[in-house]
């Protein structure tokens, strides 16, 4: 399987990203990289065809793929992937500057990280744009990503003065038990085409501020933004005389399999679905490798009965429309008590016909509703309503594709299904919610814990007793536990990530660092004797 899957890099669901080799919509006479419109796109160095490879230089050797706008089906640009050779240079070069980069102080680490950050600040309204145009999501969603790799810059800044370990008492006398972290070596990044800036971001951040080199494999439909991100980044080491500690192939399968099975590679984040994550940790596991998998979410938002019920909508629209549904936090369930279900579903519905009038091209800022990623996503997103509505499910709004260029097709919501409906237990990477009546908080909890997947999801409540029910042990088994808040979406703080079938990886603030380092513990024997620990004598 996995060498199958691992062409498409890391994807969530189903959500392959075919369209790169033909349009299948309407092809521009030509790529809008020379369109005056998209001026942004020379901006950040793109041309009409693309090296995809950056080893120390720019080069791309492998097939040459089209990048596409899923919101009119025009292509941007072209850009030539890596092959397994140029892999293989990213490897060495990745390596052999990490053994330079490790010896740096971590405070000059993070300088060089702050000056990333800088840069980042620089372009942030040309590459958010270029994350909108490519990927498909509003162009407040697109700025927004590139700010969060800014924040996690100005995070793992600080990091690298306080990434400390601990002093420990010992039981022997004149001995002190110290901890240290050290990084890894090379760390190997497959990021997914839903946020195909950030977390890279939130990985390279911090891989780099605690040591490490890191080489990004991004996803083969996003192309253009892990290029203009690269150069970013690569152009800050390069003003400072450093050798290129980050690494970039686009590729196909075998890129994918050899950065997966490379011993060189000492810890894989993976951002994707489900299956392929898990054979990417088999495989990564089968050489005593470090993974990190990010992978698939089937998020629910319960609404209470003495929920504040204008935030809990607000929450409930944004969660469940925010990005066209293509976020790993997505709201696919609103478990809402039977007292407040009617009038709950009413309201919401208005909002999403409401919707309607604000669908369009991501760079417009009227749009508030942008187009899903590819044909695929069209694809699922209309068998899974056909299964749906097979099961018994009703569509309240919304069950049909648009009629316009591009990949657009309505935000729905789906009622009248039994909480442990198999459509309703898939994740399914489409603006589809599934409305479920509870009639009790326990019983809520008990749905959102049911699921395979274990990433986000939250509670809305006005009484202290339900709240600290909901964020202890017998309440939500996921990662991410909110209260009077959207499932959807994290800030870099915290650290972000799931339980069970999401993959337990964790990215960003809190201690996520501690998956870049490796921990010694030394003990110091400042005695003239040799006491030996347990009180254990050899004569």
Same mark, same amino acid.
């Given at each position: 399987?996995?060498?199958?899957v691992?062409?498409?890099?890391?994807i969530?669901?189903?959500?392959?990203?075919?369209?790169?080799?033909?349009?299948?919509?309407?092809m521009?006479?030509?790529?809008?990289?020379?369109?005056?419109?998209?001026?942004?796109?020379?901006?950040? !160095?793109?041309?009409?065809?693309?090296?995809g490879?950056?080893?120390?230089?720019?080069t791309g050797?492998?097939e040459?793929?089209?990048s596409? @706008?899923?919101a009119?089906? @025009?292509?941007?640009?072209?850009?030539?992937?890596?092959?397994?050779?140029?892999l293989?240079?990213?490897?060495?070069v990745?390596?052999?500057?990490?053994?330079?980069?490790?010896?740096?102080?971590?405070p000059?680490?993070?300088e060089?990280?702050?000056?990333?950050?800088?840069?980042?600040?620089?372009?942030?309204?040309p590459?958010?744009?270029?994350?909108?145009?490519?990927? !498909?999501?509003?162009?407040?969603?697109?700025?927004?990503e590139?700010?969060?790799?800014?924040?996690i810059?100005?995070y793992?800044?600080?990091l690298?003065?306080?990434f400390?370990?601990?002093i420990l008492p010992?039981?022997?006398a004149?001995?002190?038990?110290i901890?240290?972290?050290?990084p890894l070596?090379?760390?190997?990044?497959?990021?997914? /085409?839903?946020f195909?800036?950030a977390?890279?971001?939130?990985?390279?951040?911090?891989a780099l501020?605690?040591g490490n080199?890191?080489?990004?494999?991004?996803?083969p439909?996003?192309?253009?933004v892990?290029?203009?991100t690269?150069?970013?980044?690569?152009?800050v080491?390069?003003?400072?005389?450093?050798?290129?500690v980050v690494?970039?192939?686009?590729?196909g399968?075998?890129?994918?399999?050899?950065?997966?099975?490379?011993?060189?590679?000492?810890?894989?984040? /993976?951002t994707?679905?489900?299956?392929?994550g898990?054979?990417v940790?088999?495989?990564?596991q089968?050489?005593?490798?470090?993974? %990190?998998?990010?992978?698939?979410?089937?998020?629910?938002?319960?609404?209470?009965?003495?929920?504040?019920?204008?935030?809990?909508?607000?929450?409930?629209?944004? !969660?469940?429309?925010?990005?066209?549904?293509?976020r790993c936090?997505?709201?696919?369930?609103l478990?809402?008590?039977e007292?407040?279900?009617?009038? /709950?579903?009413?309201k919401?519905?208005?909002?999403?016909?409401?919707?309607?009038?604000?669908?369009?091209?991501?760079?417009?800022?009227?749009?508030?509703?942008?187009?899903l990623?590819?044909?695929?996503?069209?694809?699922?997103?209309?068998?899974?309503?056909?299964?749906?509505?097979?099961?018994? !499910?009703?569509?309240e709004?919304g069950?049909k594709?648009?009629?316009r260029?591009?990949?657009?097709?309505?935000?729905?919501?789906?009622?009248? %299904?039994?909480?442990?409906?198999?459509?309703?237990?898939?994740?399914?990477?489409?603006?589809?919610?599934?409305? %479920?009546?509870a009639?009790n908080l326990?019983?809520?909890?008990?749905?959102?814990?049911?699921? @395979?997947h274990? %990433?986000?999801?939250?509670?809305f409540?006005?009484n202290?007793g339900?709240?600290?029910?909901w964020?202890?042990?017998?309440g939500s088994?996921?990662?991410i536990?909110?209260?009077n808040?959207?499932?959807s979406?994290?800030?870099?703080g915290?650290a972000?990530?799931?339980?069970k079938?999401t993959?337990?990886?964790r990215?960003?603030?809190?201690?996520?660092w501690?998956q870049?380092?490796?921990?010694?513990?030394?003990?110091v024997n400042?005695?003239p004797?040799?006491?030996?620990?347990?009180?254990?004598?050899?004569?």
């Amino acid at each position: 399987m996995i060498s199958t899957v691992l062409r498409t890099g890391a994807i969530r669901g189903d959500q392959i990203a075919r369209g790169l080799r033909l349009n299948t919509l309407r092809m521009a006479s030509t790529y809008l990289v020379e369109n005056s419109k998209y001026s942004f796109l020379k901006d950040l !160095g793109l041309g009409k065809v693309n090296s995809g490879v950056f080893n120390g230089e720019w080069t791309g050797t492998g097939e040459v793929i089209k990048s596409i @706008d899923p919101a009119s089906g @025009d292509v941007i640009a072209e850009v030539k992937t890596g092959t397994v050779a140029e892999l293989e240079k990213c490897l060495e070069v990745g390596t052999t500057a990490y053994h330079q980069w490790k010896n740096l102080p971590a405070p000059y680490r993070g300088e060089i990280v702050r000056q990333i950050g800088d840069e980042l600040r620089k372009y942030r309204e040309p590459l958010g744009k270029l994350v909108s145009l490519e990927m !498909g999501k509003i162009m407040a969603e697109g700025v927004g990503e590139v700010q969060e790799f800014v924040d996690i810059c100005d995070y793992a800044v600080g990091l690298s003065r306080m990434f400390a370990g601990q002093i420990l008492p010992s039981e022997r006398a004149k001995h002190t038990i110290i901890e240290k972290w050290n990084p890894l070596g090379l760390i190997g990044v497959i990021s997914a /085409f839903n946020f195909p800036c950030a977390v890279f971001g939130w990985n390279a951040a911090i891989a780099l501020a605690v040591g490490n080199s890191v080489l990004w494999k991004g996803a083969p439909s996003t192309p253009l933004v892990s290029i203009a991100t690269t150069k970013i980044v690569t152009d800050v080491l390069k003003r400072n005389n450093l050798p290129p500690v980050v690494t970039l192939c686009q590729g196909g399968t075998d890129v994918g399999k050899k950065m997966v099975a490379d011993e060189r590679v000492k810890l894989l984040s /993976f951002t994707g679905s489900t299956a392929v994550g898990r054979e990417v940790g088999v495989e990564v596991q089968r050489r005593f490798g470090k993974f %990190l998998l990010e992978l698939g979410g089937n998020n629910a938002l319960i609404i209470n009965d003495d929920a504040p019920t204008d935030m809990a909508l607000d929450a409930a629209f944004f !969660g469940c429309i925010g990005t066209a549904g293509q976020r790993c936090t997505s709201t696919r369930r609103l478990i809402i008590h039977e007292k407040l279900y009617d009038e /709950f579903v009413t309201k919401l519905v208005k909002r999403y016909n409401n919707l309607l009038k604000r669908v369009g091209h991501p760079l417009e800022e009227s749009t508030l509703y942008g187009p899903l990623h590819n044909q695929q996503a069209v694809d699922n997103y209309k068998n899974t309503l056909a299964e749906a509505v097979k099961l018994g !499910g009703k569509v309240e709004c919304g069950g049909k594709v648009i009629d316009r260029p591009g990949f657009f097709v309505e935000p729905t919501i789906v009622t009248n %299904l039994p909480h442990d409906s198999p459509v309703v237990h898939k994740e399914t990477f489409a603006p589809i919610v599934y409305i %479920l009546k509870a009639k009790n908080l326990n019983e809520a909890i008990e749905w959102n814990n049911e699921v @395979d997947h274990g %990433l986000s999801s939250s509670l809305f409540t006005s009484n202290i007793g339900s709240a600290f029910q909901w964020i202890g042990e017998g309440g939500s088994d996921c990662g991410i536990v909110n209260i009077n808040t959207s499932p959807s979406g994290a800030e870099i703080g915290g650290a972000f990530g799931g339980e069970k079938h999401t993959g337990g990886g964790r990215e960003s603030g809190s201690d996520a660092w501690k998956q870049y380092v490796r921990r010694s513990t030394i003990t110091v024997n400042h005695s003239p004797d040799l006491p030996l620990a347990q009180g254990l004598v050899f004569e």
